[in-house]
């Protein structure tokens, strides 16, 4: 089995900061794309941010210049480094990983793992 769980939100007044993690663990063979996700209240889930697994970057129009996403492959984990938070940022960040199990090496064929979500409160 594979999981995907994310870490460090939390209750941040506006300008401060606050680093996600996302970790994947179990059968894995390869992770292919990860991305950060947020879903605020009674909106939709948008996109924040993606990495490849050679390092090129894409970002929300909303987040350049103030997020940061990395990742280190040796520990199947990611980061979101945000700085200069805005009441706006707040909402329900999740974790999503393109990852090939073992089992299916043969085939190529990733799967999509969403993480649980970790809340993210940006008020003074």
Do not use: H
């Not at 209750?11 to 606050?18: A, I, N």
């Not at 993606?50 to 350049?64: E, F, L, P, R």
């Not at 990742?71 to 990852?99: F, G």
């Amino acid at each position: 089995q594979v999981q995907v769980v994310e870490s460090g939100g939390g209750l941040v007044q506006p300008g401060g900061s606050l680093r996600l993690s996302c970790t994947a663990s179990g059968s894995i063979f390869s992770i292919n794309t990860m991305g950060w996700y947020r879903q605020a209240p009674g909106k939709q889930r948008e996109l924040v941010a993606t990495i490849t697994s050679g390092g090129s970057t894409n970002y929300a129009d909303s987040v350049k210049g103030r997020f940061t996403i990395s990742r280190d492959n040796a520990k199947n984990t990611m980061y979101l480094q945000m700085n200069s938070l805005k009441p706006e940022d707040t909402a329900v960040y999740y974790c999503n990983a393109a990852i090939l199990r073992w089992a299916d090496r043969g085939t190529g064929r990733s799967r999509d793992y969403w993480g649980q979500g970790t809340q993210v409160t940006v008020s003074s």
